[in-house]
């Protein structure tokens, strides 16, 4: 395993990480879980991340159950909570320093840790001043409750007000940032975070490297009886797969498979290498619903040496998307 610095932080960080949003608590109990997580510890990984919108908290349940069961040392992982979507109610909601507080003392009980190592707002909430969110991030800290704050999902205005904001109070700025990043979603990591990235020192956690397992080739055919398009509650995400800008999604993962195979590469394996070899990506986050996909996930790090220059030009010929960069002179 490779590991990474987050940010300008000190936290190293293994460059695949693993992340249970749709599969714990949905897919898999505490049995599989725990099966999936000694896999992934054992191949190095570190950082395991989880929210409190995941399964109303029951991912969080879940992942607590599985850590202490294996037993691990707390000095050799990392867990991340995210705070936004609680509830129903008004304050069980968004990023107000009640709900901040309170949906992190939840999490610790759920994931049974004294501190969460990663706390992660998991969208901007335009109906808080951002000095609320950052002073109740900065108070958690102070308290020993989280170690490193972050965002998701946030501009890269929205992180430069936070961190100015830490500055004139001297309170804690964010350390990371958890995007989308894969083939088909590009922006926020490439274009729009650029003025941040070297300004503030940003990490960046990406997550659906697959996009949500389009990029394993998988749904080329229709849709598989026992995959995540199917599954109850995320009619959504099959909806975009069945639009016009899902057939031509399809059509681009069958060239790029097309690539792949001529470099000795699976889809999915070219696809998570090229995640990673964003030198600002300080890791991908993995999701899988069976130990048979992770083993899979983590395999493309022997293979490397095959994400050639020639097939990252082959890459961007088909996806035809990198965003423009800002303007010099
Ligand atoms: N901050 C945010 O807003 C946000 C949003 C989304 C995700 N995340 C984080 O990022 C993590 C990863 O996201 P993601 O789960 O969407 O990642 P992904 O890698 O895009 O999709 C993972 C899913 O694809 C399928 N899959 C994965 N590997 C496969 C393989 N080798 N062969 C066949 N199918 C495979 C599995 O689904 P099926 O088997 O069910 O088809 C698996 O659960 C999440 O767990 C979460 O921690 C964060």
Redesign the pocket.
């Known amino acids: 395993m490779e590991y990474r610095r987050l940010g300008k932080s000190g936290l190293q960080v293994s460059a695949f990480s693993f992340?249970?949003?749709?599969?714990f608590a949905k897919?898999v109990d505490v049995g599989p879980a725990k099966e999936i997580m000694a896999a992934a510890y054992d191949a190095g990984v570190n950082f395991f991340?989880?929210?409190e919108g995941y399964e109303q908290g029951g991912s969080e349940l879940v992942m607590g159950q599985a850590i202490a069961e294996l037993g691990w040392s707390r000095d050799s992982y990392i867990v991340s909570s995210?705070v936004f979507w609680g509830g129903a109610k008004p304050t069980q909601r968004g990023l107000s320093a009640k709900h901040v507080t309170e949906a992190c003392h939840a999490a610790l009980k759920r994931l049974r840790v004294d501190h969460l190592d990663l706390y992660?707002c998991?969208r901007p909430d335009v109906d808080t001043p951002i000095e609320e969110t950052v002073r109740a991030m900065h108070n958690l800290i102070v308290q020993g409750k989280v170690l490193y704050w972050g965002t998701?999902?946030w501009s890269g205005q929205q992180i430069t007000e936070a961190h100015l904001v830490a500055r004139a109070n001297g309170l804690t700025p964010p350390t990371m940032e958890?995007p989308?990043y894969?083939l088909f979603e590009r922006h926020k990591v490439e274009a729009d975070y650029l003025p941040v990235y070297d300004t503030f020192g940003l990490g960046t956690t990406i997550?659906?490297?697959?996009?949500?397992?389009l990029?394993?080739g998988?749904y080329n055919d229709g849709v598989?009886q026992?995959?995540?398009?199917n599954?109850p509650g995320y009619e959504w995400l099959r909806e975009m797969l069945e639009s016009d800008a899902g057939r031509a999604k399809l059509a681009k993962i069958k060239a790029l498979a097309a690539l792949a195979d001529a470099a000795g590469l699976s889809v999915?394996h070219m696809a998570l290498l090229w995640c990673l070899a964003n030198p600002r990506v300080s890791t991908v986050?993995?999701?899988?619903?069976?130990l048979s996909?992770l083993t899979?996930?983590l395999a493309a790090l022997e293979q490397k040496a095959k994400l050639t220059p020639e097939v990252m030009a082959g890459i961007e010929a088909i996806m035809a998307n990198k965003p423009a960069g800002p303007q010099r002179f």
């Not at 026992?226 to 398009?229: C, F, I, K, Y």
């Open positions: 992340g249970s949003w749709v599969t897919q991340d989880n929210a995210k992660f998991h998701s999902e958890q989308q894969n997550w659906s490297p697959l996009a949500s397992g990029l394993t998988k598989p026992d995959s995540r398009m599954l999915t986050i993995l999701g899988a619903s069976r996909q899979d996930n």
